[in-house]
């Protein structure tokens, strides 16, 4: 539960003064839902105000603070024209201060004649005057509320910046102090803030490095105590070691010998295997490189030992897929194989749970199905989850649950992730790097063209259907104040209709499953030959024939998406991307960034520069999925504290008492602070 010092944090925004429906929302747009949200909606830059007494042209540019004196009106002459306020300041230097809007009657009633106001905003010089558009009013003995320095949030329609300072204001008036949960000689040689004191001086001066740095290291720290406690929950509970002969693996008709990146990675979770306490790997390599092999073998290594595996996918279609190609690997192994979706109802379904339960089926496949209350398994010893970031650490042990005994867990990822995210959100677990691709396959050309040339595109595009190959055509990702993602799609798919017919598929994220897995089908069997989508092929099937793609609005997306769907090119000859851009994306980073795709198919080194750029929401995936990503650290953070973060968590449970402790009780608060409460779930019931 809670603690009731963090309740006026999490209290809903209506408890604050001044929020209506209108209010709401805007700060509902920006996920501000709760006083905590507004409190960790930090400032994104400021702006530093010039208070004087006197006007000066050499301020031009230069956001103001002044008292002046209205002293005469200029009212429109039409609708377009604005009202002009005429003022002076205390030398009888004028100034006008400008409202567009056919309503003279506010500016009127802010600023009466004759009556001294404390003026602010940005000073602008007009012709051979100056004048300041839209200024802030505030009675003159109130103008030493008005800061030198103001912070600027990121908002949306409806939210004005005094607006959200104002709610700031509220929320850091509710805030508690709360207790220090930073190991004590650690915080002496930072010299950082206590928490209360560095949220108050970063909204108060979004510059100060010690603030915001204290704050990003407490989220930080959260995370890696969070994800130790999870860590040190599993390796308490019992799993059963497991040690097979070989003789099924002996036995694999594999068209070439696995490399050496695949048999190192396949030691490592074998050894971790064999021991009783359960194992926790994260397995990363790009598409292709081979880590469903991987997987098979550590399943075949349950099976021999008397165990039962199960493969986790997270859609029905990508479940399928890895269904038929453990059968095709497995071929000719006397081993059971089953798979079971939200697709298989009635005698299929039963058939399929009956065999779990009896162990009569060795390997079980299938989406989160799996998880269902109802399915048993008679020994389950090893779990694989595919595309763990889909996962969350609920899910994951909700499959561990699955048995009497915790059964290893081995996650698999085709997103390369650089070693502090792996740190970050994947902390508790031993890594294995599939760094090297299996023989034959053929080095992926990535080529940049402008829109502009989008026949010629169009025209390359119907040759190589012609020669009897598939193609992806991914459509860009579109803003919010612009068409959808799903519009986009459509129309893309439409215009190629014009010219290829039938041969076009569609696929976007708001198709209903069935109809998109049924599109991913028609395409896998080649009754289509062109598949237009959105990013939802970033995890997808492997089509062999699928040798071209065309990436739409390429500048628009991160270098590790980019990457990621380079890797649903095929293994036929001559593999290529096409990166179409808009002309005016040419800048010189964005060809920084595209240059290094035509140089690299290094997924690791793509995703670690990815990271510089554009953060680990991004990188990961998480801002898609809706997975919460770091509020309050950039990735300069992570690299620079992750390390301390992760020792100073290592202290607290291995040196000073635990949760159990003064120093871990404060730690409890700052788990559920940051939302981590179910690593103190997961500790309760382990």
Not at 126 to 155: F, K
Not at 642 to 663: H, V
Request: a neutral charge; glycine letters at 10%; aromatic letters at 4%.
């Amino acid at each position: 539960m809670r603690p009731d010092i963090l309740n006026p944090l999490f209290a809903e925004i209506s408890v604050l003064k001044g929020i209506g429906p209108a209010l709401a929302r805007p700060l509902e747009r920006l996920g501000l839902a709760r006083a905590v949200d507004i409190a960790f909606h930090l400032p994104v830059s400021w702006v530093d105000r010039h208070l004087t007494d006197e006007l000066d042209m050499a301020d031009a540019g230069r956001v103001i603070g002044i008292e002046l004196t209205p002293v005469d009106y200029k009212a429109s002459g039409g609708a377009r024209t604005p009202f002009r306020v005429q003022a002076t300041d205390r030398y009888g230097n004028y100034v006008s201060l400008v409202y567009f809007g056919k309503n003279s009657g506010w500016p009127r009633k802010l600023l009466p004649l004759n009556e001294a106001k404390f003026v602010s905003g940005k000073l602008e010089s007009y012709g051979e005057t100056l004048q300041i558009v839209h200024p802030d009013v505030l009675p003159p003995d109130e103008a030493g509320s008005v800061p030198a320095r103001e912070s600027v949030y990121g908002l949306s329609d409806g939210l004005t910046n005094n607006r959200m300072r104002d709610l700031v204001a509220q929320v850091l008036a509710r805030a508690p102090d709360l207790p220090e949960w930073i190991e004590p000689s650690l915080l002496a040689q930072k010299g950082w803030p206590g928490w209360r004191a560095a949220l108050t001086r970063i909204h108060a001066d979004p510059s100060d490095a010690q603030a915001r740095e204290r704050l990003a290291y407490d989220e930080i720290l959260a995370g890696q105590l969070a994800l130790m406690l999870v860590r040190q929950s599993s390796r308490r509970r019992r799993g059963v070691p497991i040690a097979g002969d070989g003789r099924l693996r002996a036995m694999l008709k594999l068209p070439f010998a696995p490399t050496g990146a695949q048999r190192r990675a396949f030691g490592e979770i074998e050894g971790d295997m064999a021991q009783a306490t359960p194992m926790l790997r994260l397995l990363q390599g790009d598409v292709g490189s081979g880590k469903t092999l991987v997987a098979l073998m550590a399943l075949l290594n349950a099976v021999e030992a008397g165990m039962q595996g199960a493969m986790l996918a997270p859609t029905e279609i990508l479940a399928r897929q890895h269904y038929e190609t453990l059968r095709k690997m497995a071929s000719g192994l006397p081993v059971e194989i089953a798979i079971l979706t939200g697709r298989d109802k009635g005698k299929v379904r039963e058939a399929t749970l009956m065999g779990l339960a009896d162990g009569s089926i060795d390997i079980l496949v299938g989406t989160h199905a799996i998880f269902q209350e109802k399915v048993q398994y008679k020994a389950l010893g090893l779990a694989v989850i595919d595309e763990q970031h889909r996962f969350g650490v609920a899910q994951r042990m909700m499959l561990a649950n699955k048995a009497a005994q915790a059964p290893h867990l081995l996650v698999m990822t085709a997103t390369p992730i650089p070693r502090t995210l792996t740190l970050t959100y994947y902390g508790e677990m031993e890594v294995s790097k599939l760094d090297e691709m299996p023989p034959g396959r053929q080095p992926i050309q990535t080529v940049v063209m402008a829109a502009t040339r989008l026949d010629e595109v169009v025209d390359a595009l119907a040759r190589h259907v012609g020669s009897g190959g598939q193609a992806y055509w991914v459509c860009p990702l579109v803003e919010e104040s612009e068409t959808s993602d799903q519009a986009a799609a459509e129309a893309r798919a439409e215009s190629l209709r014009l010219r290829f017919g039938e041969a076009v598929g569609l696929v976007h994220g708001r198709m209903k499953g069935p109809d998109k897995d049924a599109a991913m089908e028609a395409f896998a069997a080649n009754r289509t030959q062109i598949l237009v989508a959105t990013t939802v092929i970033e995890v997808g099937v492997d089509v062999p024939n699928s040798s071209l793609i065309i990436i739409e609005g390429a500048e628009r997306f991160g270098l590790a998406q980019l990457h990621q769907l380079r890797g649903r090119v095929g293994r036929g000859d001559k593999p290529s991307v096409c990166l179409l851009i808009r002309g005016g994306a040419l800048g010189e980073t964005s060809r920084a960034r595209l240059a290094l795709m035509r140089e690299t198919n290094d997924g690791f080194l793509i995703a670690e520069e990815d990271l510089r750029l554009r953060g680990a929401g991004e990188v990961l995936g998480t801002r898609q999925s809706g997975e919460a990503a770091l509020k309050l650290a950039t990735p300069e953070h992570m690299a620079a504290l992750i390390d301390p973060a992760r020792d100073d968590a290592r202290l607290l449970i291995e040196r000073d008492g635990g949760l159990d402790s003064a120093r871990g009780q404060a730690a409890r608060v700052c788990l559920y602070l940051f939302e981590k409460d179910a690593a103190v779930g997961l500790l309760r019931g382990g």
